[in-house]
Nanobody, 126 residues
Framework: QVQLVESGGGLVQAGGSLRLSCVVS????????VGWFRQAPGKEREFVAA?????????KYADSVKGRFTIARDNAKNTAYLQMNSLKPEDTAVYYC??????????????????WGQGTQVMVSS
């Protein structure tokens, strides 16, 4: 059973930065693409960023975070990261990570992914 544990959220002022971490256990992390997602109150979960299976692999970002967020991974630590800079109040949400061997599923089919973690809350004040 794959388990995902997100951490690093918190309260930050607009323009500030946070670094989220996602530790994955119970699977084959190095064989999986990894994605970050977020869900704001009253809204559906949305895609934020993804990285292919290799450290330094190809990355994809939602238009709303391009140029501000950076996704990375450390396969030796079974950990993915999301560096968030220039944060805006509209970035306020619970952030989740997930993984799948197929990058397309991370990008296009993420509502059907299994094993969601508890997420980590990010709040950006204006």
């Amino acid at each position: 059973q794959v388990q995902l544990v997100e951490s690093g959220g918190g309260l930050v002022q607009a323009g500030g930065s946070l670094r989220l971490s996602c530790v994955v256990s119970g699977g084959t992390f190095s064989s999986d693409a990894v994605g970050w997602f977020r869900q704001a109150p009253g809204k559906e979960r949305e895609f934020v960023a993804a990285i292919s299976r290799w450290s330094g692999g190809s990355t994809k970002y939602a238009d709303s975070v391009k140029g501000r967020f950076t996704i990375a991974r450390d396969n030796a630590k079974n950990t993915a990261y999301l560096q968030m800079n220039s944060l805006k109040p509209e970035d306020t949400a619970v952030y989740y990570c997930n993984r799948d061997p197929v990058l397309h599923r991370i990008l296009e089919e993420y509502p059907t992914l299994d094993s969601w973690g508890q997420g980590t809350q990010v709040m950006v004040s204006s």
